[in-house]
């Protein structure tokens, strides 16, 4: 019967399909399978993505290195700089607080240590301060600069204690006298002029010594050191307070710079003086 529908015939599967696109579709290269369009990336693609991955992270690496080096010497630059800022500013006001006391000496210079008799924080009370070159041939420049001081005193007898174990430190520094110690800056040298009678002169000198000379710590080779034992000749000189004075400090190489650093100092209560 022409009408009957027909047995045994079901509808195309997507199977179907698929092969019939591939048996109708050109031959080339273009052509693609179904298995085809789904492949992965090759091993030889996968190596070189990895090592492309691998490269920016070594530049990345070495960048960030770069920065945190760069970050430790300017820091390390800024501590040493700031360090001897801090110890210039402390000279410059153990000199501003001298105490100038009747039968009390309040600046002695020995060609080795400066000892002060200065205020303390209390208007009642005084303290010692002491500074001074050491010696050190494992640090920097050979040596260090440092400064000592008393606790605040009351007593003469106090006084004169903290007066000797002042000079003792700088000689012969012991534990105990190492306690009221600060190490300020290495250095290789300093020097110190005072000035009196209008002219920069040497503080162990009289005021009629020549303008010019110098008295240095046996660090530095620029001038001839005199005896640490004791006050030289014009004592009387060197403990008198000065109108101003000249520090020349000859920094080692280093982060906070190399060289003769040169400070001046004039006393608060000078008027009309000249340099």
């Known amino acids: 019967m022409a009408n009957a529908p027909c047995r045994g015939l079901r509808p195309p599967t997507y199977k179907d399909i698929a092969l019939r696109h591939a048996a109708t579709a050109p031959v ?10 789904c492949r992965g990336f090759t091993l030889i693609e996968v190596l070189v993505a990895i090592s492309v991955m691998a490269l920016m992270s070594l530049m990345a690496w070495r960048g ?3 920065m945190l080096r760069t970050q430790s010497s300017l820091q390390t630059r800024s501590d040493e700089v700031r360090t001897l800022q801090a110890g210039l500013a402390q000279w410059q006001t153990d000199l501003d607080q001298l105490a100038e006391l009747s039968n009390t000496p ?3 210079w020995d060609g080795k240590v400066l000892r002060i008799t200065r205020r303390a924080a209390l208007g009642t009370e005084v303290q010692v301060v002491a500074w001074t070159w050491r010696n050190n041939p494992g640090r920097p420049g050979g040596g260090d600069w440092l400064r000592w001081q008393s606790a605040p005193l009351q007593l003469r007898a106090d006084w004169q204690n903290a007066w000797n174990l002042a000079r003792e430190w700088s000689q012969t520094p012991t534990p105990a006298s190492q306690a009221g110690e600060v190490n300020i800056h290495p250095l290789s040298g300093w ?3 005072v000035h009196r009678g209008g ?3 040497n503080p162990l000198s009289s005021d009629a ?3 010019g000379s110098s008295t240095s710590s046996p660090g530095n080779t620029a001038g001839t050191p005199p005896p640490a034992s004791g006050p030289a000749t014009g004592s009387a000189a060197s403990s008198t307070p000065p109108d101003g004075v000249r520090l020349i400090l000859t920094l080692p190489p280093g982060p906070s710079g190399a060289g003769a650093l040169t400070l001046d100092w ?3 209560t000078l008027s009309g003086a000249q340099s």
């Open 106 to 108: 309040s600046w002695d």
């Open 64 to 66: 960030l290195d770069g």
């Open 266 to 268: 004039i006393r608060p």
């Open 199 to 201: 002219s920069w002169t």
């Open 191 to 193: 020097q110190l002029f």
């Open 209 to 211: 010594v020549t303008p």
């Open 28 to 37: 080339g290269r273009h052509s693609q399978s179904p298995t085809s369009a």
